[in-house]
């Protein structure tokens, strides 16, 4: 939430050869519409790397309102904008005013994805892809071209694990998840605790159930 120290890991990102840079707006301090838009821009303006807008209010304390993203998808380097705010009418005007931009608008939260490629959104920087990438890159793809009867049965065939993946803090969740599916370990560092049993069991049955569905699609495709 410090501009400066924002500045300096940005330049050290930029450095060590990062492709895209993901900001988070500044947490706790609440600054105006005005010191968001002067934040982005300062490390836009000494940052030459592509650089997307990360608005999830329910984290930092603060929205990003829609003139203020319009006005920074003007600059060169301010390239995306991850829309984690559950308005989707604010994530429609931004599409709408954005259109001249070379610019995306992309889902951060995983079951608001096809709301928001319905409205022009361009793809999703996902939390159930690292569990489950074929599915989740299926449904961008149908949405994108125009598929959306396809899309619409990923988006309900994942609904079970969208919501399981927060019924606690991100990532307790998805760690689990991963360690179940034999990807790295269930640690975390304090203050995050493991995830509650009675949680942890129904993520072991909505993964079951995906795993199976995945084997009878194979098996399927393998009779015919």
Same mark, same amino acid.
């Not at 380097?77 to 829309?83: E, T, V």
């Given at each position: 939430?410090?501009?400066?120290?924002?500045?300096?890991?940005?330049?050290?990102?930029? @450095?060590?050869?990062?492709?895209?840079?993901?900001? !988070?707006?500044?947490?706790?301090?609440?600054?105006?519409?005005?010191?968001?838009?002067?934040?982005?821009?300062? $490390?836009?303006?000494?940052?030459?790397?592509?650089? !997307?807008?990360? *608005?999830?209010?329910?984290?930092?304390?603060?929205?990003?309102?829609?003139?203020? +993203? +319009?006005?920074? @998808?003007?600059?060169?380097? $301010?390239?995306?904008?991850?829309?984690?705010?559950? *308005?989707?009418?604010?994530?429609?005007? $931004?599409?709408?005013?954005?259109?001249?931009?070379?610019?995306?608008?992309?889902?951060? *939260?995983?079951?608001?994805?096809?709301?928001?490629?319905?409205?022009?959104?361009?793809?999703? $920087?996902? +939390?159930?892809? *690292?569990?489950?990438?074929?599915?989740?890159s299926t449904l961008v793809w149908a949405a994108l071209e125009g598929d959306y009867g396809r899309a619409r049965e990923q988006h309900h065939e994942l609904g079970p694990l969208f919501r399981a993946l927060f019924r606690e803090t991100n990532p307790i969740p998805v760690k689990a998840a991963?360690?179940? =599916?034999?990807?790295?370990?269930? =640690?975390? =560092?304090?203050?995050?605790?493991?995830?509650?049993?009675?949680? =942890?069991?129904?993520?072991? @049955? !909505?993964?079951?159930?995906?795993?199976?569905?995945?084997?009878?699609?194979?098996?399927?495709?393998?009779?015919?």
């Open positions: 939430n410090n501009t400066d120290e924002a500045l300096s890991l940005s330049r050290r990102a930029a @450095a060590a050869g990062a492709d895209v840079l993901l900001l !988070i707006s500044p947490y706790y301090n609440k600054p105006e519409q005005r010191g968001l838009r002067d934040h982005y821009l300062t $490390i836009a303006d000494a940052v030459d790397a592509p650089q !997307i807008v990360y *608005n999830v209010p329910s984290r930092t304390g603060q929205n990003i309102d829609a003139d203020t +993203v +319009v006005d920074l @998808a003007s600059h060169e380097n $301010i390239q995306g904008y991850k829309a984690a705010g559950g *308005n989707l009418d604010q994530v429609s005007e $931004i599409v709408e005013r954005t259109r001249e931009e070379e610019f995306d608008v992309l889902s951060g *939260n995983d079951g608001e994805t096809l709301p928001i490629l319905s409205v022009g959104g361009t793809g999703c $920087i996902s +939390v159930a892809a *690292n569990l489950e990438p074929e599915r989740m991963m360690a179940m =599916r034999g990807h790295g370990s269930n =640690r975390l =560092r304090q203050p995050l605790s493991p995830l509650a049993e009675q949680y =942890r069991e129904d993520l072991e @049955a !909505i993964l079951t159930a995906l795993d199976d569905a995945a084997s009878d699609g194979a098996y399927a495709e393998a009779e015919r």
